[in-house]
């Protein structure tokens, strides 16, 4: 008999690498896709279901980690569970100190779009990185720049154009230069603080010029200021120039006009602009100093660089 062939030794097979993982592109749909699968509700963004899932029912904010229960997995943000006194605001069960981990890891899961995908906005973000995106998103839409109302419109820069237009008549002018009269009959009053807003377009961009009056200490003063309706790093792209005088005085100012980003009370608190004490008011006014005529001119420029490199104002055309 063929004796017997000894056993071949056993080799281990070898360790092959990890496989890197593949880089993919994310849709809002991927991205929206969690444990359980969330299905899309008939005519309603898909990320829907997830936002009203993660918003507390007291603020109707969304709910960042530590997440609250009652016993019957009533949910509500930790803010508001101080408010509530330990109560939850749906069945009135004591609240104790249970938390919603699952709703939580549910949360440290989700890429969302920006809530401004609809006006533009591609970015998808993680859940807890999408709030500060929205609050300063350049896609967000402006307010309504007016300061004579309270006015709750919000719009892209050409809806709020026509809105000032229509709706509270603003004069509209072409150009980067202008000469505006002020008169007031009783100098002494502040109330109905902003007298006008007038918008100039010129650069292919929309500006507001505000003029109002308000008290500053024991005495009123008078303002005027530039406003850029666009963003704030748009708005550096161009400076302004204030000149109010008589009788052989002048007073000059020279800025970059601040977004409507700011609202005009911030901008007015701040004193960004040309500041005019009332005593001096009355004698650019002249006459016997009971009524208030001040000529406001100014114009508005871009710089633009020379090919040697020197800055040369540029008015537009």
Request: proline residues 8%; glycine residues 6%; charged residues 25%.
């Amino acid at each position: 008999p063929r004796p017997a062939s000894p056993l071949a030794p056993h080799k281990a097979p070898e360790a092959r690498p990890p496989a890197a993982p593949r880089a993919t592109r994310r849709s809002p749909d991927r991205a929206l896709l969690f444990a359980g699968g969330l299905r899309r509700a008939s005519g309603r963004a898909p990320w829907t279901s997830v936002h009203e899932l993660l918003e507390c029912p007291v603020c109707t904010n969304s709910m960042y980690p530590p997440i609250h229960q009652c016993q019957n997995g009533h949910t509500l943000c930790s803010t508001c569970k101080a408010r509530v006194h330990n109560r939850c605001p749906t069945c009135r069960q004591e609240l104790g100190d249970i938390r919603c981990l699952a709703l939580e890891k549910v949360a440290e899961s989700l890429e969302l779009p920006c809530k401004y995908y609809s006006l533009g906005c591609p970015e998808i973000f993680p859940y807890y990185s999408k709030i500060k995106h929205e609050a300063m998103c350049s896609f967000r839409p402006y307010s309504c720049p007016y300061a004579g109302s309270e006015c709750s419109v919000t719009g892209d820069i050409p809806y709020l154009v026509n809105h000032l237009r229509d709706d509270h008549k603003v004069d509209m002018h072409s150009g980067c230069t202008f000469n505006h009269r002020y008169v007031k009959s009783n100098p002494r009053e502040v109330e109905n603080a902003t007298w006008m807003l007038t918008v100039f377009h010129c650069f292919g961009q929309y500006f507001c010029l505000h003029f109002e009056a308000f008290q500053l200490g024991m005495a009123p003063v008078y303002m005027a200021f530039l406003r850029f309706m666009g963003d704030e790093n748009e708005a550096r792209n161009y400076s302004y120039s204030l000149e109010v005088g008589a009788n052989g005085r002048k007073m000059v100012w020279e800025g970059t006009p601040r977004s409507v980003r700011d609202s005009h009370r911030k901008v007015r608190d701040s004193h960004d602009g040309l500041l005019i004490q009332r005593n001096m008011a009355l004698f650019f006014s002249g006459g016997d100093r009971k009524e208030l005529k001040l000529r406001i001119t100014g114009r508005i420029w871009k710089e633009t660089q020379t090919p040697d490199g020197t800055c040369v104002p540029v008015l537009c055309s």
